[in-house]
């Protein structure tokens, strides 16, 4: 994938398909999932700060299995999801995730998420965004976030090499997940602060700040067109 510096504000990033994680990056779910990771620790007697730590961007069963091992089970993982599947009234779009998929060819991008299918597919729905040809789901992977599975199927799905894509993440997890497959990685500051994310990555506040161009392909490739991404004014 080739990176191009424009000036000190923004850069270029040129691409054949864009993947993306969805809460927190098209989706602020951040209300919904601490309220779910709340009941959930009360019940069970936890410290709701130690499982937010690094619940963000996991499949639920894996952050049970780190924070409580001992209840940790696919029912309770169900049932968390349950949870917040019926609370999407707070759930927002990410401001500029709907001009950004919009200006996306519909086989160039996918949704890579650590959620179920029933609960992205609440939170699409409840923010008005579409659904992907391509989505990559907790379910689909036998590894969650932080492996790359999830970003590799999907790449896989969309019939583009793994090098050929560019993920938005927005949790150190996700990053970690979208590195680990090969793929340029661009954290979206809606979870964590821009201070706290990897230093290794670019970070952005928005996908407000992310705008799409499309090249001119050639007959052989005109299925899979190159994007221009320009992040930045």
């Known amino acids: 994938m080739k990176q191009t510096t424009l000036d000190e504000h923004s850069k270029t990033y040129s691409c054949k398909a864009v993947l993306f994680d969805l809460d927190g990056v098209l989706v602020d779910s951040t209300a919904s999932v601490e309220y779910a990771w709340n009941r959930w620790a009360e019940r069970h007697g936890l410290d709701v700060k130690n499982i937010l730590a690094i619940a963000h961007g996991r499949r639920s069963i894996e952050t049970m299995r780190l924070v409580a091992p001992e209840i940790a089970s696919e029912q309770e993982a169900e049932e968390l999801n349950l949870i917040q599947a019926q609370d999407t009234s707070r ?7 709907a001009a950004l998929l919009a200006a996306l060819p519909p086989q160039q991008w996918a949704i890579v998420t650590s959620g179920p299918p029933f609960l992205a597919k609440a939170r699409l729905k409840a923010v008005g965004l579409p659904r992907p040809a391509v989505l990559v789901t907790g379910e689909d992977v036998l590894h969650g976030k932080p492996h790359p599975d999830g970003y590799v199927k999907a790449a896989h799905q969309l019939g583009i090499a793994p090098e050929d894509c560019l993920v938005f993440e927005d949790a150190p997890s996700g990053i970690a997940a979208g590195l680990a497959a090969g793929i340029r990685v661009i954290a979206v500051a809606t979870t964590y ?32 067109p190159e994007l221009v991404l320009t992040i930045g004014t």
């Open 91 to 97: 759930d927002v779009a990410v401001p500029g995730a």
């Open 193 to 224: 602060p821009l201070g706290e994310l990897p230093k290794t990555v670019q970070a952005i506040q928005t996908l407000a700040e992310v705008h799409v161009e499309m090249m001119m392909a050639s007959f052989e490739k005109r299925r899979h």
